[in-house]
Nanobody, 127 residues
Framework: QVELTESGGGLVQPGDSLRLSCVAT????????MGWFRQAPGKEREFVAS????????DWSDSVKDRFFITRDNAKNTVYLQMYNLKPEDTAVYYC????????????????????WGQGTQVTVSS
């Protein structure tokens, strides 16, 4: 059984930093892209960042580029999202997701390609 468990969310002020973690267990023994998505109240879920299995490739949405950074530790089955200079518009439920791939350097921002999802962790940015 595959489980993705996010942690690290909370209430912060504008300009603060936060690091989200996602531990993945039970993933099949293949390469996996790991991604972060978010859903703000009343909005569609959107892509935030993804990272290839070998960490050589990563991608971010324009709204978080240069503020959010995605990393992973395959030995710990964990992916991280380091967020700096948080803004009120970053307020959302953040979801971790995994997508099986054939290659170790694949990344994707397409939600439908992610087969496994966590339950989400709330991030609220407010003064």
């Amino acid at each position: 059984q595959v489980e993705l468990t996010e942690s690290g969310g909370g209430l912060v002020q504008p300009g603060d930093s936060l690091r989200l973690s996602c531990v993945a267990t039970g993933l099949p023994s293949t390469f996996h892209v790991m991604g972060w998505f978010r859903q703000a109240p009343g909005k569609e879920r959107e892509f935030v960042a993804s990272i290839s299995w070998n960490s050589k490739n990563a991608d971010w949405s324009d709204s978080v580029k240069d503020r959010f950074f995605i990393t992973r530790d395959n030995a710990k089955n964990t992916v991280y999202l380091q967020m700096y200079n948080l803004k009120p518009e970053d307020t959302a439920v953040y979801y971790c997701a995994a997508a099986a791939t054939q290659y170790s350097d694949t990344i994707t921002s397409v939600q439908s390609q992610y087969a496994y999802w966590g339950q989400g962790t709330q991030v609220t940015v407010s003064s």
